[in-house]
Each structure stands twice: as structure tokens, then as C-alpha cells.
């Protein structure tokens, strides 16, 4: 193609979210009838992007031009007309409704006053067939598997007439057969004259389906290359990029016994797909296991299973040898489990209560926080006022509700909850997320800390760079299972990008099992 | 929505004051103006809409506002009646307010309170031979228990199935009034008694209660050396009442299982984090909050009536929410609450008789519109912060 | 012969209180297959039931009380959806307050208008909903006791039962209004106005609801009195979650209530069951369903949960 034309392009783009500039000065053109991919590390602007491209955003600065015209796209609506369609990765289905139900919903064909179902449902069928997304047309949505709901979604983009198909991360909810189906669903539509834009960090997937990529980190696009001319290498070191910066100082762990021991631990998501596969691994006194990944790649469940707040399908959990399978999340507390959640919000903080009455969540009925009867209203006081103090939460009042405090003062508190009861091992996840740095840094030391005093801290991480500065060894999860092992001293960035993303080094999708 | 203007003024206060809670007991007077000002708001718009209804109907607003003051506040007699029409509601507001902490809204305690008040009296009607005192205290044991019963079947229910509280209230209600119907009737009425109520548990001869019955204020006070007259039907339940208040308090602020019981209606996903049993809580708190409904029947039967009367109650249990609402959801506001709704009935009929057009249903009326009032409070609330 | 006239009647008495509740369930089921929660049937009805017996008797015409009964209901609707949709109050507790209200609005208004807060004045026969005998079934033996001789509102619940059916199944309005109870947030990104459809299933549940108390005060009976639907309200309710939220469920459950209404009024004294237990008929079967021992009254799944359009 000498002349190419392009269906999208983005030209210095810009959108600013308060502080934090989420695209700065994107700058991409996808070519008329592509399969055009956009990967990126969580966080890295795709999903803003694409928001902004259909219209839920608008761009602080910059233009937007469709079919070669520049264009506004105010809302979804104006997206829509002009032939965008979006697939989000949560999907937006009315579950008792059917599949026709579902997909005429808000532009129903009607004779009279009745929905024409035949019309509707033979133009359904019409699409189903044209573009190869079977579907039984009068299935009720909520019986259908999570494969099949997504081709609802694509086929109601298609009802509406879209010509550019937007879909996040499209394959983060299928088995791995009907991956390979959406591969032939999407290479069928790109025949057909559809221009196809996909979020993924799927490295392998990238390779094997786009024509062209565009690599994002931080906001900015770091490299818009054809795929023939990428490697997955190349990709990984692009999309995680930076040095890593050690900027955690720590002494040479000295690992005792082992605290954590995990067997074999499978998780079955209700629709029968492996969420978690046969993950072991052990954890030692006095040292910290990160664990890496892409998020969605099962940690979540893993830390929850840990956490007694979720059961396996099988497997076992081990704490000091001994079984802790059968224990509710108290009594694990009171083995010597901590665990700082991945989303404080929601799991870790009672946001209408004081700090005082946040700082005894979980150590409630302990005594002497819990007399028989009354709560110790002196000893809590005390005790809170301490923790705020020595983990440095401010502003330090402890009769305030824990939703006047920054993120950041919000997540020391449950550190310093967590921690004061002298853990012999602390899950940790997502421990900085929505940090400021400052508090960040305090988080790491006291981190390092534990670790140093005995204690096994098993961690989670969407940020790399936290998880390999942290931990003395890492393991990589990638689809619920482990991928392997690596030095976070040695390991280069293209090494664990790779494993990360689903390809071993030197190439080939990483096995399963 | 951060407060960290609060966040700046409040460091420099005393240390003492925690509470372990969303602000139980605002501490500095403008805190208390605030957790007021909402519903003085609600409260006083109603009374003007009130008062348009009553210019509308033909009769002067002012005098309506008059009536109801002097009738409810103004005399001795007008006090000790507002007091005794506050004593359900204060039980039926911490009733709704217990449900309500642990996120549950109790629609059921008129039917809470029915059976309750019947198994008062139907203590007393079974064992007439057993000494007066310990059937007493059976039937007020009765109360609380057939009370929370009947909030636990629809908490369980809950609990294990997911159904919507709501809903099996409003069923517990007319089955309550059914079944307790049923027996009145067909059981436990003197022959021939046109009214549906049973036979009496304790009776005056010459002119002292015999039987099991709790003791009006005029016995109560007269024991510690004041006079109050014997006329007022205010008895020992206001007492219970208000150590009622005190206790919920405590329970909800001051213990372990208060606690958790408010865990699991802020945010039942945290509680879950920090070891707290959802389903536990939610069974624990409608038991408690059924127990509370069903302290009415110690105020009517024992304390008032000494039977079981039909149609004894003024929809407590649904004025109970308005109280709670209007209260806030503390002991505190729902005494105060109460207080308001229980001037409110005692005024209607003052109101009833001394205007030309006006009924006592003018009050009904004004409960519902303080209550629409209140519900929609928040949203005001919410501009109120922006602006 | 005796036992089949009792039969008989009896069914046409099943039939007559069937229509309140079946009109006043459907109106909920618009209402909550939308996503709002309706438990303000109970004081919909009354403010019907009042107005239209209060027009009645100052216009001497029975269709223009109807009319303004339709209208009561609309109003007070109005007001639930103002509170619950507009400004997020809870559902429950505005629908609770509207019970309340219009305890205390009837003989308010009637003390004021006619001198008596108990009950409005009687009206005269002819100034009732007449009966209508329908010219085919009327002669027909057993089909004509049972199904003519009724008043208009009675046909007109009948009719609302496959109306309501082809509605909610078959036209853009009942699909939009279903996605809206479902999953709001699918049905907006789909360009439909949360806002829009629930407003319409709440007025249309004041609409159906004030014309079921109409039945009450203009066409069963010739007055109102104080708090005349008794709770009927609430076993509509009760129809509504015991029929599964279906039109027809819900109708097939209204026949039922009617009959154990039809049963402990007529049959009082004749059969050995004390009246209480067939009144709680009603209540006790919806607690067996909502505990799930016979099948499953699933709720739609947005109910009483105010919509929040995402700030962007």
C-alpha cells in the first residue's frame, strides 16, 4: 500500500486527570481495514486513549480525525454515528434479556408498535453469519458463556453500524480455544472492511493477530511500528522500558524456615474457567517473595484464597507446616497473617468510622482491646494514638473519619494496623497504589522492617519496579499459573517483560501447566 | 468530598472524646449544629407545608402552631401525655436505628410489637395462679422475646436465602395481625365483648391494681416523694425507655458486638476482611431490633391497658421510622425524635377539637411529609457541601 | 343446585376482588421491572379511592371520578419519583411516607368538604360505575353469571393483563424498561434514559393504582371510608412478587388473594376456618417464595437502587 489511508488518527493528544497527565501528546494513525493493537503496562494511558477516541473523554488538546476528516466527539453517541463501535472488558449486557433483546436494545426496528422481532432477529442471524459470530439469537444472555457474550458485544456494535471496532483487552476473560475463535472472528472482519483497534499486554496475541502496534508507557507513545518488523523482545523492553530503579536500600536477606508453604492451589471461576493453576511456592521467614504480573492474572484471588477471604477448588496452604485451610480470616490473624488489600476502599477501611475504630479492625475481640462485655475504650485510644504516631498518619487525630485522610495517610493506617500485631507473615497487595511518594517510601522501609525483624511478606504488585526493588525473589504469574522464577538482582527487562506477557524468552507462548 | 478543613480544626481537640464511630456524639457545639440543622430544616419546612394545608382547609395556621404547642408543652398534663405517646416511639425508632447500622431496614415492627404485646398478655392470661411478680417479669420476657423472633424469621431469611428484608417484614406485619387476630378472637375475649381485645390481666379492686402490671410515674415518683397525678398514663416503660436509649448506645458504641454489627452496615465487604460474620450480624440485629419493637407491648399491656387491644397501636412501628430517620439513626436524636412525633399525637386532638375544619389527621399528615422531607435530605446535604 | 350457585357466586365475588389487586399489581410491576422499588400502592389506591369518590359526589358523574382517580394517582406518583428517581431518596422510606400521607389526606380534605372526616357522603346508584352485562355472554348459563354484569374496571383489569403483557414483551418501551431494572448502566451506554423509562413505570403505576381505588369507592363501593383498601396495597404487592413480576403470574395470584378474600367474606361462619387464616393466605405464600421453597421469586436486579450516571 503506497497510499495508505487511515481509518483513525490521533494527533497530540492530551488529557490531564488533576495532577496526573494520562496521555501526553499521543500521536497515532491506523491504516483503513487493520488489525491495529495498543499495549501498554497497566497504567500505561491505553484504556484513556480509546476512552477518548469514543467520545466518554474529551481531550484536553489535540485532534482526532476519522476517515481522514478531523472530527468532535463530544459523547458516545457522536462516536457512534461516525462508525465507532466499543467492546468494553467489563461487558454492558442485560443477562435475562436475549441475544436479540440485548443487541437491538436502544435502535429496536418496530412495525407498528411492536419491536419487529423477526425483522431484528433476522438481521441478527444476517450479521451472525456475514461475519462469523455464532449465536443463537433467542438465547437468554446470562446463560451464555463469557465467549459468546462477547460476541454479543461485537455483534451489537455491528448492529449499529460500526466500521472501527475498539476492544479492551478482548481476551483477559476467554479460554485459550476461544481465543483462537475471536482470532478468526476478528481476522474475518478486518476481511470484510473492518478496522479492528485492540488494548492488550498480551505480547504473544499481539504478534500473532496485528498489523501494527503502538506501544505506550506513562501517557506517551514510545513506538508505532509495523508487526513484522517486531520481536517480542523488542515489545517487552519498550513497554517496560526504565532502568529499574533501586531506589529501596536493603540488606542481603537471611531466610529462616519456612513460614508460607502453598501446594498446588487451583481455582475454578464459575464459568469453569482456571483462574488459578496448580501455584506453588514457599515463603521463608525473613524474606520477601514478590510476585509479578500483569493484574487480572489471578494475584487478586491468590491473596484473597491466602487471606481465608475466598476457598480453593484444590490445593493446599500451609502456615509453619501445619494446614490453615479450613480457617475464617480471624482466626489466621490471630496465626499471624496480615494483610494490607489491594483495594483499601473497599476490603480494608470502615471510610464513616474514626481512625480509632479503623484500628482495631480484625484485633477487635482481642484482648485487651475487648474487655467481656465493652470494648476498652483507654486502651484503644492509646493504642491508635501510638500507631498513628509511629507510622506517621496525618493529620494525626485519631477521631477523624478514615475518609478525611489522603490515600496515602489512609494506607499507613492499615500498615500500621496490620503490622502492630507482629505478623509472622504479611500479605501485601498493591500496597502503593494511589500513594503519593513520600508515603511510598515509608510503606517500603516499614516493609523492609518486617522483613528484617523475621517476618515473610509475600507481595503483589502491578508496578514492576516495586516488586523487583522489594523482593529477594520473584515469582512471575501469568494466567494462573507460574511462569517461573527470577533473580529481581539479574533479571533483565526483557527477561521478565516476556514472561510477563506470555512469551518465553527466545520466543513461543509460554506453556501452560 | 474531603473534610480536611474539619481535618485541621479538629486536631486541637480534647483526646478523651472518641468514639470509635462516624461522629456518635458530635463533640464541639458547631459539629452539633450541623448533625441538627438538616433535620431542624426538614422539620420546620414541614411545618410550614403543614401550616399552608391547614390555610388551604380554612382555618389559621397560627393557631394550629399554638394548639400544638400549649397542648403538648404546655401544661404538666400535656407533658406527661407527649412523654407517654413517645414511649413505643422511642422503643420503635431504636428498633428501625439497630436495623438500620447494620444496613437493614426494618419495616416490620408494627407486626413486631403486635405479637409482642399479645404474648404479654397471654402470659398473664395462662398463668393467673403464679405469683403476680414473676408472671411479670415472664411477660416482659415475653415481649422482648416473641418481639425478636419475629424480626429474626425475616433476618434469617435474609441471611440464608436473600430475601429482601422489605419485603418479609410487610408479610410478618398482616401475619402478625392475622394470627394474633385469630386468637384474640376466637380464644382469649369475654363472650360477648363487642371489642377485639382479651380479657384483662390485672384489675382494680377498690381502687388497687391487682395482677401483673408495671407502676405509673405518680407510684414511681411518689416513691422518691413527688407528686404527679395519677391520672397521666405515664408508667415505668418510659423509664425502660430511656435506659433503652442509654443501653443501645453502649451496645452499638461501647462493645465488641456493636462494633461488628456496625461493620457489616458501613461496608459488609470490610467487615468480611476483618473476620466478622455478615450473616450472623444481620440475624443478630433484626433480633435485636424486634426485641426493642416488641418493649411496646410492656408499655401498653403492663403499663396502660393490662390487656391485649386490637387496634392499640397508632402505627408505632411505621412512625418508628420516621423517628429513626429523623433521629438520625442515635439514641439521642430518636429520644428527641420521639418526643417531637409523640407531642404531634398528643396535640391532635386539641387540634381536632379546637379548629373548625381541622382533624387530628392534620398530624399523620405532617409525620408523612417530615419523613419525605428527611429522605430527601441528602441530596440537599450533598449541594449544601459543593456550594 | 345450591352448592354450584354458591360456586358461582363465589367465583364472581373472586372476580370482583381480583380487579383492585390485579389493576395495582400491574402498576407496581411497571414500576419495579424498572427498578423502583413501589411499596406506595397501598396510599396510591386511597388517594384514588378518595378522589374519586369525592369528585363523584360534587360532579354527580361516576367517569369524571374515575378520570380524576387516574389523575390522584398520577400526582402521587409524581411525588415518588420526584423523591426516589430525581433526588435518590430511598425508595422504601418514600414510599412508606406516602402510605402515611394519605392516611392522613382523606379525611382531611373529607372534613373539610363534607363536614365528616370519617367517610365521604353515600352515593346515590346511579352515580356509581354501572354494570355492564356483555351482549353474547350474558345469556350463556354459567359464563354469563361469572363474567358480565361487571363494572367497566373490572374488564378493564382483564384487558390490562395481556396489554401489560404485550407492553412489557413486545414493544420498545417494555424492552427499554426491562434493561433499565436490569442493568442500568448497559442500557444507558446503549443511549436509552434511565431517568426517562423509570419515571414512566412509576406514573404508570400511580395511574393503574388510583383507578384500583376508584373500584373501591365508585364501583364496589358507593363511599369512601377511612383506610378502605385495608392492606390491599400490599397484597398486590404480594401478587406481584408471588406472579414473579409476570403479567400473568401476577394476575394468576390476584385471582388467587381474590378468592381467599371472595372466601372469608362470603363464607364466613359456613366453613370451620377461621377468617384470619385465609386472610394471611396471601402473605404466607409470598414468604414460602421469597425463602425459595417453591421455585424462585427473583427480583430485577436494579431494584431500589437509585441510578448515578457516572461523572466524567
Known amino acids: 500500500m503506497s497510499d495508505p489511508k487511515y481509518a483513525v488518527e490521533m494527533r497530540g493528544v492530551s488529557k490531564r486527570f488533576g495532577e496526573v497527565l ?99 432477529r433476522s438481521r441478527v442471524r444476517e450479521l451472525s453469519q456475514q461475519y462469523g459470530l455464532r449465536i443463537d439469537p433467542d438465547a437468554v444472555v446470562g446463560s451464555l458463556s463469557v465467549g459468546q457474550q462477547q460476541r454479543v458485544e461485537i455483534l451489537k456494535t455491528l448492529y449499529r453500524g460500526a466500521r472501527i471496532l475498539i476492544l479492551d483487552e478482548p481476551t483477559a476473560v476467554l479460554t485459550p480455544q476461544e481465543v483462537g475463535e475471536m482470532f478468526a472472528i476478528l481476522r474475518g472482519l478486518r476481511e470484510q472492511g473492518k478496522t479492528i483497534i485492540i488494548i492488550t499486554h498480551k505480547l504473544a496475541e499481539v504478534l500473532a493477530l496485528s498489523d501494527n502496534i503502538t506501544v505506550m508507557r506513562d501517557g506517551k507513545v514510545v513506538g508505532n511500528l509495523p508487526t513484522k ?52 511456592f514457599e515463603v521463608r521467614g525473613g524474606e520477601t517473595l514478590g510476585i509479578a504480573g500483569v493484574e487480572g492474572n489471578g494475584q ?214 | 468530598m474531603r473534610r480536611s478543613g474539619d481535618a485541621e480544626k479538629g486536631r486541637h481537640r480534647p483526646k478523651a472524646e472518641v468514639f470509635l464511630s462516624p461522629s456518635p456524639r458530635p463533640t464541639t457545639m458547631k459539629s452539633v449544629l450541623k448533625e441538627l440543622m438538616f433535620p431542624l430544616i426538614a422539620v420546620v419546612a414541614a411545618f410550614l407545608v403543614g401550616g399552608i394545608i391547614v390555610w388551604i382547609v380554612g382555618d389559621s395556621p397560627l393557631l394550629v402552631y399554638e394548639l400544638f404547642f400549649t397542648s403538648a408543652f404546655g401544661t404538666l398534663d400535656g407533658i406527661g401525655y407527649t412523654l407517654f405517646y413517645a414511649t413505643p416511639l422511642i422503643f420503635t425508632g431504636l428498633a428501625v436505628a439497630v436495623a438500620f447500622k447494620c444496613g437493614l431496614l426494618n419495616i416490620g415492627a408494627e407486626g413486631q410489637l403486635i405479637v409482642a404485646a399479645f404474648a404479654t398478655a397471654w402470659v398473664g392470661l395462662v398463668l393467673p395462679t403464679w405469683p403476680t411478680m414473676i408472671v411479670l417479669v415472664l411477660a416482659m420476657l415475653a415481649a422482648v422475646l416473641m418481639g425478636g423472633v419475629w424480626a429474626g424469621i425475616p433476618g434469617v431469611l ?60 405518680s407510684v414511681l415518683l411518689g416513691w422518691v416523694g413527688i407528686s404527679f397525678p395519677d391520672r397521666l398514663p405515664l408508667n415505668l416503660a418510659f423509664i425502660f425507655a430511656l435506659i433503652a436509649c442509654v443501653v443501645v448506645y453502649v451496645f452499638l458504641w461501647k462493645t465488641k458486638w456493636g462494633y461488628e454489627l456496625r461493620a457489616v452496615g458501613e461496608n459488609p465487604s470490610a467487615a468480611e476482611y476483618g473476620g466478622i460474620s455478615i450473616s450472623r450480624n444481620v440475624v443478630m440485629a433484626m433480633f435485636i ?86 429522605a430527601c435530605e441528602a441530596v440537599f446535604r450533598r449541594r449544601w457541601k459543593k456550594a | 343446585m345450591l352448592r354450584n350457585i354458591i360456586t358461582l357466586s363465589l367465583l364472581a365475588s373472586m372476580i370482583r376482588y381480583a380487579t383492585p389487586l390485579t389493576l395495582a399489581a400491574l402498576g407496581g410491576m411497571f414500576s419495579e421491572r424498572g427498578g423502583v422499588i413501589n411499596i406506595a400502592l397501598e396510599g396510591i389506591m386511597l388517594a384514588g379511592a378518595f378522589t374519586a369518590s369525592a369528585v363523584t359526589v360534587k360532579s354527580g358523574n361516576p367517569w369524571v371520578g374515575l378520570l380524576s382517580a387516574a389523575a390522584a394517582g398520577l400526582l402521587v406518583a409524581l411525588i415518588h419519583a420526584i423523591a426516589s428517581i430525581q433526588f435518590k431518596a430511598n425508595q422504601v422510606v418514600v414510599g412508606m411516607a406516602i402510605n402515611i400521607l394519605f392516611l392522613g389526606v382523606p379525611p382531611l380534605v373529607s372534613g373539610a368538604l363534607f363536614e365528616s372526616t370519617g367517610s365521604t357522603p353515600q352515593l346515590p346508584r346511579d352515580q356509581t360505575l354501572p354494570e355492564w352485562h356483555v351482549p353474547l355472554i350474558d345469556h350463556v348459563p354459567v359464563l354469563g353469571q361469572l363474567l358480565s354484569g361487571h363494572t367497566p374496571i373490572s374488564y378493564l383489569a382483564f384487558a390490562m393483563v395481556p396489554i401489560s403483557y404485550y407492553v412489557l414483551f413486545r414493544t420498545r418501551f417494555g424492552l427499554r424498561l426491562r434493561a433499565v431494572g436490569e442493568n442500568p448502566e448497559a442500557a444507558d451506554t446503549a443511549g436509552v434514559s434511565v431517568y426517562r423509562m423509570r419515571y414512566a413505570g412509576v406514573l404508570l403505576s400511580g395511574l393503574l393504582a388510583g383507578i384500583a381505588g376508584a373500584y373501591l369507592s365508585i364501583a364496589q363501593n358507593s363511599l369512601f371510608t377511612r383506610n378502605m383498601t385495608g392492606g390491599r396495597g400490599f397484597i398486590a404487592l404480594a401478587a406481584l412478587i408471588f406472579g414473579k413480576w409476570h403479567p400473568v403470574g401476577a394476575f394468576l395470584a390476584c385471582l388467587l388473594f381474590g378468592m381467599a378474600e371472595a372466601i372469608s367474606d362470603q363464607m364466613q361462619g359456613v366453613v370451620p376456618i377461621p377468617v384470619q387464616f385465609i386472610q394471611i393466605i396471601p402473605y404466607v405464600l409470598t414468604m414460602v417464595v421469597l425463602a425459595g421453597f417453591i421455585g424462585r421469586a427473583t427480583p430485577p436486579r436494579a431494584i431500589g437502587i437509585a441510578y448515578v450516571k457516572e461523572n466524567r
Open chain 2, 158 to 217: 435474609k441471611a440464608k436465602f436473600g430475601a429482601h428484608e422489605v419485603i418479609t417484614t410487610i408479610m410478618m406485619n398482616f401475619i402478625a395481625v392475622g394470627l394474633v387476630s385469630y386468637l384474640t378472637q376466637y380464644h382469649y375475649r369475654k363472650v360477648g365483648d363487642p371489642i377485639l381485645e382479651t380479657f384483662p390481666i390485672a384489675e382494680r379492686i377498690d381502687g388497687v391494681l391487682v395482677g401483673p402490671h408495671i407502676p405509673r410515674m
Open chain 1, 229 to 280: 518488523d517486531a520481536t517480542a523482545e523488542g515489545l517487552a523492553k519498550l513497554m517496560v522500558g526504565r532502568e529499574v530503579l533501586l531506589r529501596v536500600k536493603k540488606d542481603e536477606a537471611s531466610p529462616g524456615e519456612a513460614v508460607l508453604d502453598v501446594r498446588g492451589l487451583t481455582l475454578r471461576g464459575l464459568e469453569g474457567n482456571t483462574v488459578l493453576s496448580d501455584v506453588s
Open chain 1, 300 to 513: 487478586t484471588e491468590l491473596i484473597e484464597i491466602l487471606a481465608g477471604l475466598r476457598d480453593a477448588t484444590s490445593g493446599e496452604v500451609l502456615l509453619e507446616g501445619a494446614s490453615i485451610n479450613n480457617l475464617n480470616p480471624r482466626d489466621r490473624k490471630r496465626r499471624g497473617i496480615a494483610h494490607i488489600p489491594e483495594d483499601r476502599q473497599h476490603r480494608g477501611l470502615l471510610m464513616s468510622f474514626d481512625l480509632a475504630g479503623n484500628s482495631i479492625l480484625g484485633v477487635h475481640r482481642e484482648p485487651p482491646i475487648s474487655g467481656r462485655l465493652l470494648l476498652n475504650n483507654e486502651v484503644i485510644v492509646k493504642r491508635a494514638e501510638q500507631l498513628v504516631k509511629q507510622y506517621d498518619v496525618r493529620p494525626p487525630n485519631i477521631a477523624l473519619p478514615a475518609r478525611a485522610l489522603s490515600g496515602g495517610n489512609q494506607q499507613k493506617l492499615i500498615v500500621a494496623r496490620e503490622f502492630d500485631i507482629k505478623p509472622k507473615l504479611v500479605l501485601v497487595a498493591q500496597p502503593t497504589r494511589g500513594v503519593d511518594i513520600g508515603a511510598t517510601e515509608f510503606i517500603h522501609s516499614k516493609l523492609i522492617e518486617l522483613r528484617d525483624a523475621g517476618a515473610a511478606v509475600l507481595l503483589v504488585s502491578a508496578e514492576l519496579d516495586e516488586v523487583l526493588s522489594l523482593s529477594d525473589r520473584v515469582i512471575v504469574l501469568y494466567e494462573g499459573h507460574v511462569v517461573g522464577e527470577v533473580d529481581p538482582k539479574s533479571v533483565s527487562e526483557e527477561e521478565i517483560g516476556c514472561m510477563m506477557t506470555g512469551v518465553r524468552p527466545g520466543g513461543g507462548e509460554a506453556e501452560t501447566g
Open chain 1, 22 to 120: 494520562a496521555n501526553d501528546n499521543i500521536s497515532l494513525a491506523i491504516p483503513d481495514q487493520s488489525i491495529h493493537a495498543i499495549i501498554g503496562e497497566n497504567g500505561a494511558g491505553k484504556s484513556t486513549c480509546m476512552n477518548i477516541l469514543y467520545g466518554f473523554y474529551t481531550a484536553d488538546e489535540g485532534d482526532i480525525l476519522i476517515d481522514s476528516r478531523p472530527r468532535k466527539i463530544a459523547s458516545p453517541g457522536d462516536a457512534i454515528r461516525l462508525g465507532l463501535g466499543m467492546v468494553h472488558q467489563h461487558f454492558m449486557l442485560v443477562e435475562p434479556l436475549t441475544v436479540t433483546e440485548n443487541i437491538i436494545l436502544g435502535g429496536e426496528p418496530t412495525s407498528g408498535l411492536s419491536i419487529d422481532y423477526a425483522q431484528a
Open chain 2, 289 to 374: 431490633s424486634g426485641m426493642l419493637a416488641g418493649m411496646v407491648g410492656i408499655n401498653d399491656v403492663l403499663g396502660y391497658r393490662y390487656r391485649y387491644y386490637h387496634d392499640f397501636s397508632a402505627s408505632y412501628g411505621f412512625t418508628g421510622i420516621a423517628v429513626a430517620l429523623l433521629g438520625r439513626n442515635h439514641p439521642a436524636g430518636v429520644l428527641l425524635a420521639a418526643i417531637l412525633f409523640g407531642a404531634l399525637i398528643r396535640s391532635g386532638l386539641f387540634i381536632d377539637i379546637f379548629t373548625d375544619h381541622v382533624s387530628k389527621d392534620w398530624v399523620v399528615i405532617l409525620q408523612a411529609i417530615i419523613i419525605l422531607f428527611v
